[in-house]
Structures are given as structure tokens and as C-alpha cells.
């Protein structure tokens, strides 16, 4: 590990440089923000890597960013300096929070970060800061999918697919948390983890046809919603396997056809997350009453982002890849 | 017109001959069906022409139909034979309703059809066979697509295209009663129209970009709900007109990229209609009520159903195409 000298004025960080390869990424010194009304400068101590972090670094040209930037959505830190008017938060407080990132809005690969308070919760105290670092930005997915807009109630089936992943991994907790009887899919590896987490029944989705496997199990047209976090030919799974006037909930940008969802009467609910400091607080007490646990699946310094995000694009992991960035800390 | 003498044991009926054209469609004799346990023989007076029909006729490849069949959905008539275990109709009893098509299970392009009584409400007592055969299965999509799938609300922003087809004309006065706010398209000829179906706003979509006209009227992303009956390049429109976390209702099956959709976190209802007595009898109120007229296009007699298909296709119908069997009572 290498680490450059810097002045406050200045910040190490992790910069995009042109839409590609783990390459892309350069760990360098960027000029430190200062927080705006209303925000809060938080020294980051964890950012983890979500799935639209390297999408982004891969093409994001369907974004507004463009390199040079530095992106990266969710951080657990310490507030360093509050903004004019912020009246919820002050120096010291631990936070932990998803954050909305565009051009203008530089993400949380950085040892420092701009985020408006409202976006904001105090990290739950029994957590470390890759812990809380690891939950934002998939466990609000995760709610928002399965609560807010799929409205799912005590004894509905429901499909989770890739359980093992940063999003299916809190979705099996907050689903089994409100009554519902739980399948996933994963590799055979995982299957230990999702089943520890709650999950009913798993698939092993790389040695068994998931439409016959989940027919097989429960029966033809029975499962009331799924929660489809990968896309493509696994949306056409779907069509086959939820019950007509059933729910899809999806968070990729699949392109389908859509006759069998017409003729099955389905709701497609296409959920990108938005970012809110009350549902971090919902997600805080999930976690303080115990039934919400972070999945961690490894933990990068920083400088080596590049790594992790080969790691979490070989697929297979056990939960969330977190980026540490305590050993910046003096 | 030509007659056929047919016996008791005869009916004269509209019998697909093979998936094509308007040609394909052969007025003659077919045997008369008997009710079965629960259903009503009922002597259709009228029968109304679907767009669903037509796209049958030319293709219904992705149906379990296979010609020789007869097809249509909706029928008026008067209940004439009925089977074991009906309760709730008895011979005499004018009756509507919207009924469900198989290979199996005939439609009503026919002088008797069976149904079961589950499916069928009275006739209201104000409205002719004509009129009363225009509604079942347009109001009942409207009713679905509106109520019971998008949950509209009052003064919400609803856009309905093609308000003067069957089910916008339907849609345009169910969302009014619910106390919407209307905008809809149609071709020039039918402003009139659905300006007396109640619609706030109507635009001539071959004439105006229905994305600018909408914008420059009402703002950027200002609708709450979409009722798309059209599909295609239309449903682009929806995605660029549908507000943030809107709802888009549609009865096509169209084939479409999802991202913009996932990028606004759009609910889609993809809305294939059920069929219900209880249904028909909630319609049948609203037209008792003065809340809903049926529109009637143009009525042809039963043997110039191939006209009747080349006028639904043609497009720009005034609300429903529908077919008489009256002058076959004797």
C-alpha cells in the first residue's frame, strides 16, 4: 500500500477515469468538498460495492456521470462538519446512509463526503462501520421492493432470486420478518447462507431448471411475488412462475416481451431505490431488534477497489463487498 | 341477405374458417349447443366486435383457438334454456355479458350461445340489445385497468389514449365519474366525441407529438396514471409522460425496453380483462345511474360480420362495432 501525503484542502479517493475495466479505477488525492445548506461532510470510514457501481464503471453512459468521477452509493462514517441549517446531525455522530450520486454529486469511494442530512441515520450502535457500510443502498432496494410497493403480507410465497447477493441477502430476512414463506436461488456454495437466513426452500440455479424445480416443490402458478435482481432470461422465468395476478418486482432494466405478463394479469413493479433518511432509520431498527443482520462478504482497503469490484463481478458472493477506509484514519 | 332453413337443433352462426383475413369468416349453420350444469342457452340479439377478435382472426396462433371455432366475447340476449343448477336466471330474463373463449368454449357470433350464469347480470331496462352488447368486455377492462389494478383517485392526472375506441370511451367516462382529471387522443373527427364523454383535454395524435402536447399542457412527468390500449410505439410515449413511482395500465402485449421505466420506478399493470357477473352488474349500475352511455359506432346484421371486422381495423371508430341477430327472431 502506498499512501500520499496530503494537505486539508485534500482527500484520498477512488476516481473513475473513463468508462471500462477495473483498471478504470485510480486511488488518488482529489480536493476535499466542503458541506453546502443542509449537508453534512462525512469522513468515511466503509463504502461498499453494489452491483450498479460497476455497471456504471462499465458503461454508464445511460447516467449523467461521466469521468472523471468518483462514484460509489452507500457509506457508514463520522460527521466531520455540518452545513448551514442542518439541525439533526453534529460532529462525532456515526452515520450510515445511501446516497444519490450524478455528475455534480460525487459518490462515496472517498475519504470524504457531501450528503444531505435527510438522506441520513445514525448507524446502529452494535455495528461496525463496514458493517453498516454494507446495508444501505440493498437493504432500501430490498424494503422499498418488497413493502412499499409489492405489498407483501404474512404467508404469501415469495421468490427471491440470487439470495446470497447484497440485496436477496437482507430481502430473505425482511420477507421471513413479515410472515412470508421463503425461495431462493443460489450456487451450491451458499445454499449454508441463505438457509441460515431464513430461506424455505433454496434452488441450486446452475445444476436444476428453476421453473420445474419451483413447480416441483409448490406446484404450478403459486408463487404470489418475486423479487427478480438479475434480469434477462431469468425474467422470462418469472412469467412461467408467478401465479396469474401476481407480482413481479424487478431492479434491473430488463427488455421482455410482455404477452404471457398480459396474459397472466400481472403488476411489473420496476423499482430503482430512492434514497431517504427515515427508511435508513426503519432499516436501523430491523437491525437494532435483531432481525436484520449485515452479510459481509469480504473486505477491500480502499486502493484496491479494483479487486473488489472483480470480486463482485465473478459473481458468488456471500453478501456485500465493503471498501475500508479506517486505515486512512490518523 | 340470404336465408338459411335451419331446424331446432340448428342455429345460424359466424364460424372462423381459418386464421386470415375478414373472408375468413363464413356466415352458415352450425348445430345448436345445450347448457350445461350452471349455464344459461342464451338467444343472442347482439354481440359486439373486440379489437381482440380481429387480432384472433388474423393470428390467434398464441390462443388455445384453432379453427374451425366461433368467436366473440360479448353478447346481449334473452335467456332461453336453462341448465341444471341455475339459480339466478330463468327463461325470459334479458340479459348482458362478457364471456370467455376457448377452443373448447364457443363465442357469441351466434344466435344461441352458452354461458355460465356466473359470468351474466340483467340487461338494463334503459338500454336497447345493441347498446347493451357494446359494453361488457370494453367497460369491463376499463372498470379493471381503472379501479381495480390502477386505483385511480380524485383529481388525478389520467391520460387515456384513443378515447373514442371502445374502452377509452368507456375509461374517459369511468375516470370522470371517479373525479379525474382526462386527457386523451384521438383522430380530429372524434374531439366531439370524447369532449361529451367528458374528456378535459383531447389531442389529435396525427397531427400533435402527444409527448410535447402533453408536456406543454399539464408539465413534464404530470401523469398519474396511463391507460394504454394501443401498445407499440405508443407505450415509448407512456414512459416518457407517466410521472416518477406513476402506474401505466395496459391491455396490449407489447415488447419493450424496460430501462426508462426502472430508471422512474413505474408500476405496470399488464391488464388482460376477467370476466365476472358481479362486474357486470357494478356496470350495469353505472349506466342506471346516468354515469356511463354506450357508444355505439356503427351495428352491421350478423351476416356482414366480415364488414364489421374491416371497419374495427380501419381505425378511427366512434366507441363499438357491433353485430345485430335481430332480424333472425322470428
Redesign the interface.
Known sequence: MTFSLRTNLQMHAVVLDAFGGPESLTYRLQPRPKPGPGSLLVRVMAASVNPIDYKIRLNGA?TDIRPPAIIGADAAGVVEETGIGVTRFRKGDEVFYAAEISQMTPGTYAEYHVVPETLVAYKPGNLSFVEAASLPLAASTAWQALFE?GHIEIGDTVLIHAGSGGVGSAAIQMAKAAGARVITTCRKSNVDLVVRLGADVAIDYRVENVVDAVRKIIGADSVDTILDTVGGPVFAQNLELVKPRGRIL??????????R????????????A?RSGSLMEKIARMVGAGLLKPVVDSVYPIERTDEAHGRIETGGVRGKVVLSLESLSS
Open positions: 445511460w410497493r424487478s431492479i434491473t432494466a430488463s427488455e421482455t416481451p410482455l404477452r405478463a398480459y396474459q397472466k394479469n400481472i403488476d411489473l413493479h420496476l423499482i430503482r430512492t
